[in-house]
């Protein structure tokens, strides 16, 4: 496990742009900043590097695609398994991503499909492999909360200031 990033009011600040903006440029998001762009790019590699922004796809809505069917299937595996359960669960487009749990089940999947028939041959590719012994579906009849990162992120603790002076001096004068 790496270690976390610090990240202070201007990361935040950048950050919060990036998503109220996805298209906006270097340019733009110093100008809404009122920072040097060369700052901007300086920090966007650095969260870019840590691994705080891992990618720039844009956000899909499956559904709106014609992929309405959802559902979160839990895998019993065999054990020792996980590695080659990954490369099964790459091959079927319909899974559309997993993660390794604790509790009754060991993966956790989220299955999109166009329709129940679809779906039910998704989940029959599932259990069709050797190393699934069980399956258990729960159906999403719709979403209440998107994925969001932002709000999480707002409840890290922030240091005091900011190396950027414009930042610096642009904040105490909105207070």
Not at 43 to 57: A, D, H, N, P
Not at 70 to 81: I, R, S
Request: hydrophobic letters at 45%.
């Amino acid at each position: 496990m790496r270690d976390a990033v610090q990240l202070d009011e201007l990361d935040f600040a950048l950050l919060h742009a990036m998503h109220a903006d996805p298209k906006a440029g270097v340019l733009e998001l110093s100008r809404q900043l009122k920072v040097a762009r060369a700052t901007v790019q300086a920090r966007v590699r650095k969260l870019e590097q840590s691994g705080v922004i891992f990618g720039y796809e844009p956000r899909l809505d499956i559904a709106a695609a014609g992929f309405d069917v959802q559902a979160f299937v839990t895998l019993e595996t065999a054990q020792g398994a996980l590695d080659s359960v990954t490369k099964e669960l790459e091959s079927i487009p319909g899974v559309l991503e997993a993660f390794a749990t604790t509790g009754s089940g060991d993966i956790l999947c989220r299955i999109a499909a166009r329709s129940h028939l679809d779906l039910q041959q998704t989940l029959i590719d599932l259990n069709k492999s050797g190393l699934v012994a069980r399956s258990t579906s729960v159906m999403v009849l719709s979403v209440i909360v998107p994925y969001r990162s932002m709000p999480l992120l707002q409840t890290l603790d922030r240091p005091g200031a900011t190396k950027a002076p414009a930042y610096r001096a642009a904040s105490k004068t909105s207070d």
